[in-house]
């Protein structure tokens, strides 16, 4: 055992993946699970390699807990088996402490997040009143259908559905337009960014506000937001130094011939 984790860990430091990502380092070409680490490239993991991060002992948590809106939040966790999609990042965190502020006005407004992966953010904006849709891919949708409803009370089953919806599809079954786009640490495969900004303006009026949340881990990063801010006015609302994540608000440039 012991000799396997010292063969993985050399193995993890000259592909620049994490060791606890060999399940993805296994099957990184056809496990879309991984997608993340789809790439040939050593440095751009999602996760790289440190002896010291302990960001992988939190992702092996089976479950975080977490206070917001009083009340306790109970989210499970499957990095082994499920992946980027199963764990709670932190830029999910500090924009539920970012809407917890007050400073986005969600209730009674129509709220779509994307990415939702656990679900945090949805399940947050819902408790502080809004009218959401958790989105994420088809396959990530049975754990995040259960990480909701285990964490919103029974007379909140009419405020919220947990929905698929994959950048990469068809749009068409999304017919309307949001109050609010919320999405925590979405930017990060850069095949998928002209579809997650088609998908972001598709549901998306001149009065949307979008909140993106994110660590810029990679120059391609900062490019989805160049691309973003094309054809909306970005702007900086928040910046948490400690857990490097900055939050940006956008609304669509009033020039902008897209919907
Ligand atoms: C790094 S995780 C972030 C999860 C969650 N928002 C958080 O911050 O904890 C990225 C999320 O984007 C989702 N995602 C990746 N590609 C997608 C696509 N093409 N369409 C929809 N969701 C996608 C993944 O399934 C995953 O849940």
Redesign the pocket.
Request: aromatic share 6%; hydrophobic share 50%.
């Given at each position: 055992m012991f000799l396997i984790q010292i063969v993985n860990i050399i193995f993890c430091i000259t592909c620049g993946y994490s060791e606890n990502h060999h399940h993805c380092v296994q099957t990184k070409s056809t496990d879309e699970?991984c997608?993340?680490l789809k790439t040939t490239e050593p440095s751009m993991a999602?996760v790289p390699y440190n002896p010291n991060n302990d960001v992988l002992a939190v992702f092996n948590k089976p479950e975080r807990v977490f206070r917001f809106v009083e009340k306790e939040l109970k989210i499970p966790q499957d990095w082994n088996n499920l992946g980027?999609?199963a764990?709670?990042?932190?830029?999910?965190i500090v924009?539920c402490e970012y809407l917890e502020t007050g400073n986005v006005v969600l209730e009674h407004k129509k709220v779509i997040?994307?990415?939702?992966?656990?679900g945090?953010?949805g399940i947050v904006a819902t408790l502080l009143g809004a009218q959401t849709i958790i989105?994420?891919?088809e396959?990530?949708l049975p754990y995040?259908t259960k990480a909701v409803r285990n964490n919103l009370p029974d007379n909140f089953k009419d405020k919220y559905k947990v929905q698929a919806?994959?950048?990469?599809?068809d749009l068409e079954t999304y017919t309307e337009t949001f109050d609010v786009i919320l999405?925590?640490?979405?930017i990060?495969?850069e095949d998928?960014f002209p579809?997650?900004l088609r998908?972001i303006i598709h549901l998306s009026n001149k009065d949307t506000l979008v909140y993106i949340?994110c660590r810029i881990r990679y120059t391609r990063d900062s490019n989805f937001l160049k691309m973003l801010s094309e054809i909306f006015d970005l702007k900086k609302v928040h910046v948490d130094r400690q857990r490097d994540i900055t939050i940006y608000k956008g609304k669509k440039k009033i020039h902008s011939t897209q919907k």
């Open positions: 699970s997608d993340a999602l980027v999609a764990v709670v990042w932190d830029a999910a924009l997040e994307l990415g939702a992966g656990s945090l953010v989105t994420d891919q396959k990530a995040l919806l994959d950048w990469r599809g999405g925590a640490d979405i990060y495969i998928t579809d997650l998908t949340s």
